[in-house]
Every structure is written in C-alpha cells, then in structure tokens.
C-alpha cells in the first residue's frame, strides 16, 4: 500500500470513528438540536413581513445614487398616477373638473405625500399664463373651484386655453381630452403602503359613478396590491402543508415515512425563520417562493433518509446498524448537496440590490442548517426510535420511474444515443435562450398579470397619454447660475430634440422649453420668438418673469434648483420595458458621448424617474447574473472535483449543471420571462439545488460499482434505486412550490415557481438520464477503478 492511500485511510478512520462517537451518543445530540430549537423558536414573533422600496434598489449604482440626490426636489419612482376618464364626452364639464379637483384634494392629503410635487389640470400649480394689454405678466388657475358652475362659453375657454399650453396638454390631459391625469410623488422616508393603498381605493369607490372610469398606477400602488394577497399566502402555505402530508401517506404508508420527515421540516423551518430575526431581517412579500423551496428541500433530504433507512432494513436486522450506515452513506454527498444549494443562494449577495443581499444571507443560513436538522438530525433520530415493525415498502406507481429510466440507459448503445439527443437539445436550447430579454419583456408590471386591474390601469393610461413612465436627465453646471447660460440651454434643447428623435418618446419638458414659452409670450405671442436668448441676463428676466406671474412659492422648483444650478429633463415613455429602457438609455449616452466637453462646466448625469430606476435595477441584475452563474458553476465544479479527486466527476456535474441552466434560459425565452432583479436568485437557487440530484446519482453508481464490479449493473441498480427516491424529491420539491402557480393571484410568485419547477424537473433528467450515460459512455476512473477500506469507505485505485 503506498504512502497515499495509507494517508487516505487515516483521514477515513478519523472520519469514521467521528461517525461512531456521534452514533454513540444520539440522545445528547437531539438534545442539543432541540434546545437550539427553543432558542429560535422564541425569536420567529420579532419576524415581520413588509416590502421595503429602498431594497430593491442597487444603492451603488450610479442611477441609484443620482435617484437619491434628486428624489425630494424632482421627484423620484414613487410616482402615483390617477387616471380620470369619461365614457361620453370630454373632461370639460362642470361634473368631470370638480371630480378631477375632488380626487386631486384628496390625492394631495395622502399620507407621506410631497405636496409640492402634486399636479393635475385643476391643481393650482397648473396655470394659464398671458401678458396684460398694460405689458404685465399675469396667471391664474385653469380652475377655480370657489368660482360655481362655468358656463358653456366659460368651459370652451378652458378647454382652448389647455390645448394652447403643451406642459398641461398632453402629459396631464389627453389628446383626446377623455382623461385627465392627477399625479403625485411619496417621500422615500414616510411610505405607508398599506394606508395610502386603502386611501386610494376607498377614493375610488367614492368617486367612480356612472359615466366615469378611475385608473391607478405607480410603484406605492403596485406595492399596496401585493399586500392584499397576505390572507392567499396563508392559504397557499396550508394547501401545501396538506399535499406534501398526502405525498408521503401515498410514498410510504407507515408513520415513520411521514412524521419524521414531516419534523425535519419543521425543525429547519424554526432554525431558518429564527435567522431571520436574529439578523433583523423583514420577510418581503415577493421573496416568499425561496424559503418555501428551502423547506421542501428540507423534506427532499429526509425523505431520501428514511427510504435509505428502509432500504438497509432489508439487509441488516439491527434498526441502530441501519440507522447509521444510512447516516454514512448519505451525509458526505447530502452536505455536498447543501453546500451546493446554500452557494447558490449566498452569491445572489454579490450584487448591489439589498432585497437579494437579505436573502443571500438568511437563506444560505437556514439551507446550511438542514446539515444539522436533516442529514444529522434525521438518522440520529431514527436510532433511537423503537424499530418499524414493518419494513417492507410497498411499491406505487411513483417507484416505477426509476426502473423506467433503468431501461432507458440500460446499455452503452442506449447512452450515446441519450447523450446524442442531450446534445441536439442543448444545441436548441441555446437558439432560444438568445430571446431572453434583460428587464420586462411587456408592458405594465410582471408582478401581477395583464387582466389585473393595476396593468389594465396601467394599459388605459398608457394608451391615452404620451407616456406615464419618466426618465429624468439631470443637467449640472459648476457654477450658481449656471443655467441660465444660453450656451447650456441651447445644448440641453439639443439633448431634448435628439431624446424626441426616438419614437418611443411620448414628450418632454424641460426649462428650455419654458424659456422659449416666455420669450414667445413677452413678445405678443409672436412664433418667430420661440427661442433662447443670447443673453444670460435675460435668460434671467425671463425666469424671474415666470416666477413672478405664479403666487405659489416654487414655480420653478420641478425645472431647476434653487441655485440655478442643477436641471432636470423629464421625457416620457409608454412603458418600461427592457427593450424600451435599453434604447432610451443608449439614444441619451449617444447624445452625451457626440457632446460631452462642448460646453464648459456642463456634465450630463443619467438617470432618474421610473425609468432611471427601472434601468439601474435591470443593469444590476444583468451584471449579477453574468457574476453569479459563472461562480455557481466554477464553485460546484471545485467542491465536486475536490471532494472525488476527479476531474472527470467535476466535469460531469458541470455538464448536467449546463444543460439544465441552458434549457432553463430556453424556456424563458419562449414564455417571455425577462433577467431582472426577480429571475435572477431563482435561477442561482435552482442551480444549487437542481444539481443534488446528479451529486446523489453519481455517489449511489460509484457505491453499486463497489459490490457489482460490472459497470452495467452498477448503473442498473443505481438509476432503479436512488432513481426513484429522486422522482420522489423532485415531486416534493415541486409539491412544495406549486400551489404559487396555481393559486397565487401575484404572477411574478406564480412564474418564479413554475420557473423552479421547470428546474427541478430538468435537473432531475439530468441526474436519471445524462449521468448515468456519461459513465457509460466515458467510463470514468473514479468510478470504474473504486475499492473499499476498512471503514467501508471508498477510494479511487491509483
């Protein structure tokens, strides 16, 4: 014997006389599990569920942190948009406007809301501005409402002079003058989801008679909308208590089969909701589909015990053998597994959004934590308990799957042609996975469906009006003043025009277009006078003109600072698509590269507004899902090949790792599911634990091949036994997470599931189907040239 595997051997014996000295003591050990348990038991009432807006930003992000700066005097995404349309007609009635007024009183009194960036036709910052025949400037309010009734001649004024002002005509009233728009920013610092939510909707049962038709959006509604569902998230969560119990009734028909398993997931449950106090975590709403993945994870791996339990039974009458060389047989590959799952879930951290940063941590804690409830926990526990008096497991239709897949593979021939069948598939998965879109793939929000009244607001506002979503480009001069350089206006003009050049651009407004409005207007409205004037000064006169016409404090407050420094440009947009961000932000990076330096201290910063965010967040997950998936597949691929001293066993994960993620991608392309901050820790989550499956594969066929010494038979017996204990899992898995799909009335919950069990299932034909052909065909040395220690462990001969 050389010097290496003498050196193996002692490394084994350690292990193995660890595994006797824990065996020998279980009582103490659950003892301490179940106090531990306690412990974060009394932690689980500090846990509270809440979505927080700041969360789902990437604070590092450049746009993030222009949003940051701007937010409180431009405004920021917490945009409420009311939408009030009439059925016959146009909103020049005297019925309509006090409606219109009504809703915006109420609209401004919601609670955190920025009074000073509230507007609609009717509010007072919303003013008709004209030159006196004594040459003074004057406004006043398009609407009055201590004025009464208005008179027909009254309303056809009102109505010209809202067509004649393009800042009011267009973003707040329809071209076709059928609805009007009231719209409203929420302080970052006061949100209150949940009250402005019921404000909103007991405004809108108020306010919605015959003859009129109320729509809301914004990000504060879309929020307050996924609070409702909290009562279907308890629903969902009995429904799938109730049909994993009926699973393992059905799997194994003995109390053993379903209690115990059914108390490992209790366990890791209370350790991992515990996590979750103890770092002072909130429970997002959004997020809820991972720690139930977790949990039937949890379930996976004691279900795999107990049927391995059972299985040594057969063989050995002693139920305290059995328990513990169950315990040897499936820890070592079980917390290679967890590890696998808990990598997964901690690199989702790498990126700057806090929401997934939250989640990596407490999730990759509570999946390490199944090592202790589960694949320790479980085998301990079974030997301490009296022994089954039944040990014989009925078989069912579930049991057949395995020895189905058996005769798939059932030779070399069989292999190649599964491999060659593998590899045409990949190939087409490849094609569709290039259609995969970064951000939204359609209009309104994932989150909810396309019927749900929040995008059929969304949808009705949108096609009346130029653009609801804002991007907001920020002009900044190094000096006070700044902007009233003529140079600087004319250059922002030139951005404005080339912005509008996209067809996608709905409108603008900006403090270029006001001065031209004011020039024009001083000079007796004359066309010829729409420009900038050459002189600064002037610029100033002009403003300060603006200024001075208005009684309300801050006319120039949504164009510029204080300081007439800092200006911002608002273009808007009929959706926030990927594709539609993508080519706003670039036609604006076009524009800053071709001009950038041409004007003296003028910089160009990019980007606010819903847009801005929405571009910064897919940027984010764009940029982590090129980080995170490449070290999901490097790491599993080390910790494989470490653990094997194969490269040969690292390979073969990484290729079942590669074909289920390329057709996961394949998938998404066909079903129109965009890589955005949602999709991404699905995917890193599905690869960690898709790839346990071909982990569990690959350690039972390098066992069998131990006893079998035929290649053939090894593969036969493997795929018949670990095969259905892994079509059992993958239904628990999926058990555990399809009620989402099904009952879930929030969409990106019930795609984000279905898009797991679209993993699940893949990673399971992987490990039933490619592993075993690739030693097949391969025939790889750590698995073809294997012996047993002393200790029953096993080595590659050398």
């Known amino acids: 014997m050389d010097r290496k595997i003498t050196t193996e051997h002692k490394a084994t014996h350690w292990l193995h006389s660890l595994d006797e000295s824990v065996f020998r003591h279980p009582k103490k050990i659950l003892t301490a599990i179940a106090l531990i348990t306690v412990f974060f038991a009394l932690q689980i009432p500090g846990v509270k569920m809440y979505s927080d807006f700041s969360d789902l930003l990437p604070q590092e992000h450049t746009y993030i942190q222009l949003h940051n700066e701007i937010k409180e005097s431009f405004g920021g995404a917490n945009v409420i948009i009311v939408g009030v349309e009439v059925e016959q007609g146009d909103i020049f009635t005297n019925q309509a406007l006090e409606k219109i007024h009504r809703m915006t009183l109420a609209v401004d009194s919601l609670p955190g809301i920025n009074h000073n960036l509230v507007a609609s036709v009717t509010h007072r910052n919303s003013r008709k501005v004209w030159m006196t025949p004594e040459g003074n400037v004057n406004s006043e309010p398009y609407y009055d409402p201590q004025g009464g009734e208005m008179s027909p001649t009254a309303l056809a004024n009102l109505r010209s002079d809202v067509i004649a002002n393009p800042r009011v005509y267009g973003p707040l009233v329809s071209p076709d003058r059928k609805m ?17 939510f019921s404000e909103i909707q007991k405004m809108r049962a108020s306010e919605s008679t015959d003859g009129f038709k109320i729509h809301v959006t914004g990000q504060p509604m879309l929020v307050g909308w996924a609070y409702q569902y909290l009562d279907q998230i308890i629903e969902i969560f009995l429904f799938t208590a109730l049909i994993m119990i009926a699973l393992l009734i059905f799997y194994f028909r003995k109390a053993y089969g379903v209690l115990v398993p059914l108390a490992a997931v209790v366990v890791s449950s209370i350790w991992g909701i515990g996590i979750i106090s103890l770092f002072g975590y909130n429970l997002d709403p959004l997020g809820l589909v991972i720690p139930f993945l977790i949990s039937a994870r949890a379930m996976s791996h004691g279900i795999q015990i107990v049927e391995r339990y059972y299985q040594e039974l057969s063989e050995h009458a002693d139920h305290h053998l059995s328990a513990r060389l169950t315990f040897e047989s499936l820890f070592r590959p079980g917390s290679l597994g967890v590890v696998s799952d808990a990598i997964g879930l901690l690199l989702i951290a790498i990126g700057s959004i806090p929401l997934n940063t939250k989640l990596a941590h407490y999730a990759s804690l509570w999946a390490l934590c199944i090592i202790i409830t589960v694949l320790l926990a479980v085998p301990l526990l079974l030997s301490v308990l009296p022994k089954p008096k039944q040990t014989s497991i009925k078989n069912n239709a579930l049991r057949s799957i395995g020895v189905g897949c058996a005769h798939i593979v059932h030779s070399e021939r069989a292999a190649k042609k599964v491999l060659l069948i593998a590899a045409v598939t990949l190939v087409c998965g490849w094609y569709f996975s290039s259609n995969v879109v970064i951000g939204e793939s359609e209009p309104g929000s994932p989150i909810l469906y396309q019927s749900h009244d929040y995008n059929v607001s969304s949808k009705a506002i949108n096609d009346s009006f130029p653009g609801s979503e804002e991007l907001y480009i920020v002009a900044e001069t190094d000096a006070v003043g700044g902007i009233k350089r003529p140079e600087v206006l004319n250059a922002l003009s030139d951005l404005q025009k080339h912005m509008l050049l996209d067809p996608e651009v709905g409108g603008a407004k900006g403090i270029p277009d006001l001065i031209k409005q004011v020039n024009r207007l001083l000079h007796n409205d004359d066309p ?40 911002n440009l608002v273009f808007y947009y009929k959706d926030h698509q990927g594709e539609t961000i993508r080519r706003a932000i670039h036609t604006a990076k076009q524009w800053i590269a071709d001009n950038e330096g041409k004007v003296e201290g003028l910089t160009i910063r990019l980007a606010g507004g819903t847009i801005g965010v929405t571009a910064a967040m897919n940027e984010a997950a764009y940029e982590t899902n090129l980080m995170v998936l490449p070290l999901v597949f490097l790491l599993i691929f080390a910790m494989v090949m470490f653990f094997y001293q194969s490269l040969a066993a690292g390979a073969m994960m990484f290729m079942a790792m590669l074909f289920a993620t390329t057709l996961t991608y394949a998938y998404m392309g066909i079903s129109h599911m965009g890589i955005n901050i949602n999709t991404v820790p699905i995917i890193a989550v599905g690869v960690g634990v898709g790839i346990d499956y071909s982990i569990y594969m690959m350690d039972r066929i390098r066992t069998e091949m131990v006893h079998c010494q035929n290649l053939k038979d090894a593969v036969r017996k493997a795929v018949s036994t670990t095969g259905l204990a892994i079509s059992f899992t993958a239904i628990t898995l999926i058990a555990g997470i399809v009620m989402w799909v099904l009952l879930s009335d929030l969409r990106f919950q019930s795609d984000a599931a279905l898009l797991l069990t679209v993993m699940v299932v893949l990673n399971a034909i992987a490990a039933m189907l490619l592993v075993p052909s690739w030693v097949l065909v391969f025939k ?19």
């Open 180 to 196: 009007a728009l009231i719209k409203a920013q929420l302080n970052e610092g006061q949100l209150d989801y949940v009250n402005t």
């Open 780 to 798: 790889p040395k750590f698995i073809c040239r294997v012996y047993q220690d002393e200790d029953l462990v096993i080595h590659t001969a050398t």
């Open 528 to 567: 010829r006078w729409i420009q900038i004037p050459n002189d600064q000064q002037y610029v100033g006169g002009l403003m300060f003109t603006y200024m001075m016409s208005s009684p309300i404090p801050g006319a120039l407050n949504e164009f510029i600072d204080t300081d007439e420094r800092i200006a």
